[in-house]
T-cell receptor
Framework: GNSVTQMEGPVTLSEEAFLTINCTYTATGYPSLFWYVQYPGEGLQLLLK?????DKGSNKGFEATYRKETTSFHLEKGSVQVSDSAVYFC??????????????FGKGTKLSVIP | EAGVAQSPRYKIIEKRQSVAFWCNPI?????LYWYQQILGQGPKLLIQ????????DSQLPKDRFSAERLKGVDSTLKIQPAKLEDSAVYLCASRPPGRSPDTQYFGPGTRLTVL
């Protein structure tokens, strides 16, 4: 079945450092790919998405490019802020055994940004 | 607009006890999801409702878990009897009609600890 593998955390960076969180996937067909973010004490929120190969999703200074040849969707940000401290989840759409579209999530990567 | 509401936010029980969680989705959202998020892992879908009907419960451990959405609005997830491995955050999410699977609005979750 479809699955997502993302880099282990936690990741600790200084403010204004460059961020990369790696995500690779295994899927049949052509899934849509997503990054979700979970800030402390809040619910999961969609950060960005890409629906086909070579698409770039972007939001709040974060970017990720759908790379079909390497089955990857790495999250990047050029200059992180303390407010970016959160848990980041890579996800993809997949079809369940019952035939419904659902989200399959990676294990999450905790990011801490220190001043 | 009000977000997805969940209660309680925290629950501690002993193994073999029963527990119930409640979710009130965003008004007008026909699709409702329950996820289980074990510490260090991504959310895993347990059950998906469309109005008051079950779309997918293929990953719900039906010997101990049950869920209902009788009037197609709020929903209850029950565990009876609980096991140690049920310790997790239970997330509820809802989706507006006609939107893609990634357009889910997540509640803050209920953190369950089974002792």
């Amino acid at each position: 079945g479809n699955s997502v593998t993302q880099m282990e955390g936690p990741v600790t960076l200084s403010e204004e450092a460059f961020l990369t969180i790696n995500c690779t996937y295994t899927a049949t067909g052509y899934p849509s790919l997503f990054w979700y973010v979970q800030y402390p004490g809040e619910g999961l929120q969609l950060l960005l998405k890409a629906t086909k190969a070579d698409d770039k999703g972007s939001n709040k200074g974060f970017e990720a490019t759908y790379r079909k040849e390497t089955t990857s969707f790495h999250l990047e940000k050029g200059s992180v802020q303390v407010s970016d401290s959160a848990v980041y989840f890579c996800a993809l759409t997949s079809v369940s055994g019952a035939g419904s579209y659902q989200l399959t999530f990676g294990k999450g990567t905790k990011l801490s940004v220190i001043p | 607009e009000a977000g997805v509401a969940q209660s309680p936010r925290y629950k501690i029980i002993e193994k073999r006890q029963s527990v119930a969680f409640w979710c009130n989705p965003i008004s007008g959202h026909a699709t409702l999801y329950w996820y289980q998020q074990i510490l260090g892992q991504g959310p895993k879908l347990l059950i998906q409702f469309q109005n008051n009907g079950v779309v997918d419960d293929s990953q719900l451990p039906k010997d101990r878990f049950s869920a209902e959405r009788l009037k197609g609005v709020d929903s209850t997830l029950k565990i009876q009897p609980a096991k140690l491995e049920d310790s997790a955050v239970y997330l509820c999410a809802s989706r507006p009609p006609g939107r893609s699977p990634d357009t889910q609005y997540f509640g803050p979750g209920t953190r369950l600890t089974v002792l």
